[in-house]
C-alpha cells in the first residue's frame, strides 16, 4: 500500500511531534526559559510547552514542518482557539501566572536547522 498504512502514519506523526518537542525544549532552556510544563492537557486541549522566562510566560505550540510557512499555517484558527482555552485554564489554575506577560509563540523545528522561536505569533484572548 502506498504511503504505509495509517496507524503506522499516526504513530510515526506521534513520534516526530514528541521528538520535535524535545528539541524545542532542550532549545527554549539553552536561551534562558524554564520549563513550566510539558504537554500541559486540559479538557480544552493541550499546550505543548508552557515556558517562563523573567516576568513573561510563553504558551507554545511546536510544529515539525519542512518549512517555516508550513509550520505557521498548521497553527490554524481552530488550534489557536483550543490553545487559548487551555492557556485560560493554566491561568486559573496558577493566578500567580496573571501577574505575568503571557504570550503564544510557536517554536518551528525543520530538518537540519536551528530551532526557531517565533514570539507572540498570534493573539488568541477572546
Do not use: C
Amino acid at each position: 500500500m502506498q504511503g504505509g498504512n495509517r496507524p503506522d502514519r499516526r504513530r510515526k506523526a506521534y513520534a516526530l511531534g514528541l521528538n520535535a518537542e524535545t528539541w524545542a525544549a532542550w532549545y527554549l532552556r539553552l536561551t534562558g526559559w524554564r520549563i513550566l510544563k510539558h504537554r500541559y492537557k486540559t479538557k480544552a486541549g493541550e499546550i505543548d510547552l508552557i515556558a517562563k522566562k523573567r516576568k513573561t510566560v510563553a504558551f507554545v505550540e511546536v510544529k515539525a514542518r519542512k518549512t517555516r510557512e508550513a509550520a505557521l499555517e498548521a497553527v490554524t484558527p481552530a488550534s489557536q482557539k483550543r490553545i487559548s482555552r487551555a492557556a485560560r485554564i493554566f491561568v486559573a489554575e496558577h493566578p500567580k501566572a496573571g501577574f505575568f506577560t503571557l504570550r503564544f509563540d510557536i517554536v518551528v523545528i525543520r530538518p537540519w536547522a536551528l530551532p526557531e522561536r517565533i514570539e507572540s505569533a498570534f493573539e488568541a484572548w477572546e
